[in-house]
């Protein structure tokens, strides 16, 4: 089987072992690439989102009920256990609570 995506147990010919390995870490990297740039961009259009709230100091208040639970969820998820998502998650949850601030600062300084 020399399928990149392939998971599981499975054999490989010694000799197309160097190139199937390019291939799933190429097939990785793009999938990595295409996260990241959905994660940005859902960044971007939560910001528009919670910056144009009519409410945002109601939407601090829920997200501030909410995010204790999402963090639990979160700990409780084996990925947490790596630090590359641990850091992801902890400076994208700041960043939330950044712009939910800053937006509820705005609307009340209004």
């Excluded at 959905?38 to 989102?49: D, F, I, P, Q």
Aim: proline fraction near 5%; avoid cysteine; aromatic fraction near 8%.
């Amino acid at each position: 089987m020399n399928d990149p995506q392939a998971r599981g147990e499975f054999r490989i010919n010694p000799e197309a072992f160097p190139q199937w390995a390019a291939d799933r870490l190429a097939a990785h990297e793009r999938a990595l690439a295409a996260l990241h740039g959905k994660t940005r961009a859902m960044e971007s259009a939560l910001g528009l989102v919670i910056g144009f709230h009519p409410n945002a100091g109601l939407l601090r208040s829920k997200w501030l009920a909410a995010s204790s639970d999402l963090v639990d969820v979160a700990i409780d998820s084996e990925l947490f256990e790596t630090p590359a998502f641990r850091e992801a998650f902890q400076s994208t949850m700041a960043f939330v609570a950044q712009v939910l601030d800053a937006a509820a600062d705005r609307q009340r300084d209004e």
